[in-house]
């Protein structure tokens, strides 16, 4: 009766791993990023967010699929961000353009000025993106809109499941 015992309690508490999320069910936009080549990906939404503050917003999945994908993003959600980063986050005129126009509804039809050619090759010099992944929430929206105008030489690539994914029309992945 012991050993009888003994088994059902080595089988109830048997240690069982944890379920872990496969590069297989990754959404094809997170698979095309993955084969694009280059270090860095820019989002929209785009944020920093530490436990005091918060300048933008984040999505939890691009950092969820970021160990499939491998990219840099300049997104960040971490317990502690120094103020100097959030001064350079806030400085750039073209990342504070896009905080401001990504809190916007996408239905918003606000005009926003093109960003001068010097702030864009800025911008673009500072993130070095190989692609840029637009989120079914902002997709069309003031911010989208206003990242057409930083990349115009950018291709956008459309998926089912709503996202938008920009990159140079060379690089561009099906």
Same mark, same amino acid.
Request: no cysteine.
């Given at each position: 009766?012991?050993?009888?015992?003994?088994?059902?309690?080595? %089988?109830?508490?048997?240690? &069982?791993?944890?379920?872990?999320?496969?590069?297989?069910?990754?959404? /094809?936009?997170? @698979?095309?990023? *993955?084969?694009?080549?280059?270090?860095?990906?820019?989002?929209?939404?785009?944020?920093?967010?530490?436990?005091?503050?918060?300048?933008?917003?984040?999505?939890?999945?691009?950092?969820?699929?970021?160990?499939?994908?491998?990219?840099?993003?300049?997104?960040?959600?971490?317990?502690?961000?120094?103020?100097?980063?959030?001064?350079?986050?806030?400085?750039?005129? %073209?990342?504070?353009?896009? &905080?401001?126009?990504?809190?916007?509804?996408?239905?918003?039809?606000? /005009?926003?000025? @093109?960003?001068? *050619?010097?702030?864009?090759?800025?911008?673009?010099?500072?993130?070095?993106?190989?692609?840029?992944?637009?989120?079914?929430?902002?997709?069309?929206?003031?911010?989208?809109?206003?990242?057409?105008?930083?990349?115009?030489?950018?291709?956008?690539?459309?998926?089912?499941?709503?996202?938008?994914?920009?990159?140079?029309?060379?690089?561009?992945?099906?």
């Amino acid at each position: 009766m012991s050993v009888l015992l003994l088994g059902v309690v080595l %089988v109830e508490f048997w240690p &069982v791993p944890p379920p872990l999320d496969s590069s297989r069910r990754m959404p /094809a936009a997170f @698979q095309a990023v *993955a084969k694009l080549p280059g270090e860095a990906l820019f989002t929209l939404p785009v944020g920093l967010i530490d436990g005091y503050r918060q300048v933008g917003k984040t999505e939890l999945r691009n950092f969820l699929y970021q160990p499939y994908y491998r990219k840099k993003i300049p997104s960040a959600y971490i317990s502690r961000v120094d103020a100097e980063q959030f001064a350079r986050f806030e400085a750039d005129t %073209v990342m504070h353009t896009l &905080v401001a126009l990504q809190g916007l509804p996408v239905e918003s039809d606000t /005009a926003v000025a @093109q960003p001068s *050619a010097t702030a864009a090759a800025r911008f673009r010099r500072r993130y070095q993106p190989a692609g840029v992944l637009v989120s079914p929430a902002w997709r069309n929206g003031p911010a989208h809109r206003y990242l057409r105008q930083v990349f115009p030489d950018f291709r956008e690539q459309n998926f089912p499941d709503g996202y938008v994914l920009m990159a140079p029309a060379a690089l561009s992945v099906r």
